[in-house]
């Protein structure tokens, strides 16, 4: 697991604290997880958090258990079996993900087995399914460099994750580690920058709003 020290984007407090409360869906979870395995700045704030709702929980008055209470959780538990590790997924042309990269039991195949499904000119997604959510709830998009996404803002909230490349927008530049942590009232137009492609992991709560013409045309296409 690398850890990046130069990390300068990260999840709001509030989106910290829901995940440490378990309260984030399931897309969400991923993104975060994906950001908290580079950043060690908010592993020790969910870490905090965690403690807090720890601590918020040792004052609720305990509960008498049934004597057969213990018995049925270690059967449910046996039942849990453990799922083989993915092989590590490593890809030379496009980005690397371990075995215990939250990412990998969404992409069983590998990296390199990803079918990028191109949606604009530059401009390649692939939507990974998550169970129960609506499809392009999370997606991996890949931005070709000089490419620009037309201006939008967000119809709820939106977490982007930067795994290869970079982009700049109105808020600044997003590298390998940032997350931006987006809401509707953010007005932006993504920019791939560098020489590689910007490869983003992506979970959204609503879809995007475009505010020119030529993005409300484009989006039926490209589903974002
Ligand atoms: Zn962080």
Not at 89 to 99: E, G, P, S, T, V
Not at 119 to 137: E, K, M, N, S, T
Not at 156 to 169: F, Q, V
Not at 185 to 192: G, Q, R, Y
Request: hydrophobic share 45%.
């Amino acid at each position: 697991m690398t850890v990046l020290s130069d990390i300068r984007h990260h999840p709001k407090d509030l989106t910290l604290a829901a995940y440490a409360a378990g309260q984030l869906d399931e897309a969400r979870s991923v993104v975060i997880a994906a950001h908290l395995r580079l950043c060690a700045k908010c592993r020790l704030a969910v870490a905090d958090f965690e403690a807090v709702g720890g601590a918020c929980l040792e004052t609720v008055e305990p509960a008498a258990m049934s004597d057969s209470a213990l018995d049925s959780f270690w059967l449910r538990a046996g039942k849990q079996e453990a799922a083989p590790a993915p092989a590590s997924i490593l890809a030379a042309n496009d980005f690397a993900l371990d075995a215990a990269h939250p990412l990998a039991r969404y992409l069983k195949e590998g990296v390199d087995a990803i079918a990028w499904k191109n949606v604009a000119p530059g401009l390649a997604q692939h939507v990974i399914p998550a169970d129960g959510y609506r499809p392009g709830v999370l997606r991996l998009l890949k931005i070709s460099p000089g490419v620009r996404i037309p201006k939008h803002t967000h119809g709820d909230e939106e977490l982007t994750l930067i795994l290869r490349g970079s982009y700049t927008d109105e808020v600044g530049e997003f590298r390998h580690g940032d997350l931006a942590d987006l809401d509707e009232d953010v007005l932006h137009a993504p920019l791939a920058t560098g020489d590689q492609p910007c490869i983003c992991l992506i979970a959204t709560s609503a879809p995007l709003r475009f505010r020119s013409i030529v993005g409300r045309i484009v989006q039926p296409f490209i589903g974002l």
